[in-house]
């Protein structure tokens, strides 16, 4: 049971950056992952890709759990 929210307009908007951010690395992962199987990047623009991949996720990760604390709830319900 919800016993306050606090206004989350701007949280709610870094989550949706941040999930942008976050989609776009996967697909460039993706994209080079393949490339890199092939022998057409090396191993260091694979690595700064990844590396892209999972700072990305991070911080969509960190921004859904900032999001996640506007909301404050009772362990039991019941009126207070």
């Known amino acids: 049971h ?3 929210k606090i206004e989350d ?3 709610a908007a870094e989550v949706k950056a941040q999930k942008a951010r976050f989609e ?3 697909a460039n992962y993706k994209r080079m ?3 890199y199987k092939e ?3 090396s191993k260091k623009a694979f690595d700064d890709v990844e590396e892209t991949y999972e700072i990305a996720k991070a911080d969509m ?3 859904e ?3 996640s604390k506007n909301i404050i709830t009772a ?3 019941g009126v207070l």
């Open 75 to 77: 362990p039991f319900s």
């Open 9 to 11: 307009s701007t949280p």
């Open 2 to 4: 919800i016993i306050a």
């Open 65 to 67: 759990s900032i999001k």
């Open 39 to 41: 022998g057409a990047i």
């Open 61 to 63: 990760e960190r921004a």
């Open 33 to 35: 992952e393949g490339l």
């Open 24 to 26: 776009n690395a996967e």
